[in-house]
């Protein structure tokens, strides 16, 4: 590798993008193809980058299987920033073995640390979790050690282990300040805000107020009955009920627990569970159905019992009722969510993330370009969709379940 190659490889490694270019911009060789192509990843032209990194990895002979996986793991890495999660994951695997194989560890662990972080964008925490425990950090240079322990607070603050996550910020500020690199220096902070930053609102007794997540961590081990409409959950304790999967038992536990110590009326309930305007004799048999349910969920957490003019929710074992709800609610707040990362989001890569449906996400989509809260880059495949992030907007961290399929 001659001096030149050398000199813009040790400028990228140090975050110097401008100065890497500076270097081999007018070279049309492999080596040079592939570090202009991370170089202009670095400043943010991804489309160039992608077109850069594909040359260069044909460009490169059959022998050099080890530069084409280098290629293949910068392609990853772009497509996970510009949120092109149909990228086949199955090829970075590929790369990664290739890597490992021919002792190249470092750029292996970064392509595992890619792998994982895609695995936490579209909420497969479980696969992440197991997928960073078998990755030794301690060999990485500071950089890739950096992205290791954002991939660790991620994962921590999305399982709502604040002391943890906090934790894995402050060995990625170490690490951050041993690169050297600004830009890395000012990920971290961005990703540390988060635990400064309203994730919920807490409702009961009629009033409510912002909670932060160490709050929202605090009140889920309470004694208090908490009806979480984040993810469509009734917690006590520790013991969880999912209602995920049971939209009108759901709104019919909030509901009653956003009325607590007092009654619902029934025309109320049957509002708020079903829709209807007006409650005919079929809708309070349905009522009385539903709430029979409700009763065999929520048995040993709470009970629920009538009233003369409806129905009243009281807990088992708590003190207290309390429902924790999004900042921001509304048809469609999960894409909004989502898209508040200030990222430009495909349709199809938002259907991945919300585990919908490509027509829901697109309805939904179309009915927010409508009121004027997305807008659209770019036509056909290359299509985009993004919203600038709002003061105060809930982070994709507690996110409600997926969007209902068609």
Excluded at 41 to 47: H, P, S, T, Y
Excluded at 83 to 108: F, M
Excluded at 163 to 192: F, G, K, M, N, W
Aim: aromatic content about 2%; some cysteine; charged content about 25%.
């Amino acid at each position: 590798m001659d001096s030149l190659i050398t000199a813009a490889a040790r400028a990228l490694a140090s975050g110097d993008a401008l100065g890497a270019l500076k270097r081999v911009a007018l070279r049309d060789d492999a080596p040079a193809l592939a570090l202009r192509g991370i170089a202009m990843a670095q400043l943010g032209d991804l489309v160039r980058a992608k077109a850069l990194l594909k040359s260069a990895a044909r460009a490169f002979g059959p022998r050099e299987a080890v530069a084409r996986a280098r290629c293949v793991v910068a392609e990853a890495e772009i497509a996970l920033v510009s949120r092109d999660l149909i990228w086949p994951p199955k090829a970075l695997e590929s790369a990664r073995r290739v890597l490992e194989a021919h002792g190249d560890r470092v750029n292996a662990a970064h392509a595992g640390n890619v792998a994982i972080r895609r695995l936490v964008l579209i909420g497969r925490l479980d696969e992440a979790e197991r997928a960073l425990a078998a990755l030794d950090p301690a060999p990485l240079p500071p950089a890739l050690r950096t992205a290791h322990e954002l991939v660790a607070a991620g994962i921590a603050v999305r399982r709502l282990q604040t002391q943890a996550a906090r934790a894995a910020l402050d060995r990625a500020r170490l690490s951050a300040r041993a690169a050297a690199i600004p830009a890395l220096t000012a990920e971290v902070e961005t990703a540390a805000l988060v635990l400064d930053t309203p994730a919920a609102r807490l409702i009961s007794h009629g009033r409510e107020h912002p909670l932060l997540l160490t709050e929202v961590e605090a009140l889920l081990s309470s004694s208090t009955l908490v009806v979480d409409a984040c993810r469509h959950v009734v917690w006590n304790a520790g013991t969880a009920v999912s209602l995920a999967t049971r939209p009108v038992l759901f709104a019919l536990a909030r509901t009653l627990a956003e009325a607590w110590p007092g009654d619902v009326a029934r025309g109320t309930l049957i509002a708020r569970a079903f829709r209807g305007k007006h409650a005919d004799e079929s809708h309070r048999a349905r009522l009385r159905v539903e709430i029979g349910r409700l009763r065999a969920e929520l048995r040993g957490l709470a009970e629920v019992s009538a009233t003369k003019r409806g129905f009243a929710l009281s807990p088992r074992g708590a003190r207290e009722i309390a429902v924790l709800a999004p900042l921001v609610e509304g048809a469609h707040g999960a894409v909004l969510a989502f898209l508040a990362d200030g990222e430009a989001w495909s349709s199809s890569a938002l259907a991945i993330a919300l585990a919908a449906s490509p027509r829901t996400v697109q309805r939904a989509l179309d009915s927010l370009a409508g009121e004027g809260k997305v807008q659209s880059l770019g036509r056909g495949r290359a299509r985009r969709w993004m919203s600038p992030p709002l003061p105060g907007f809930p982070t994709i961290l507690l996110l409600p379940g997926p969007l209902p399929s068609d």
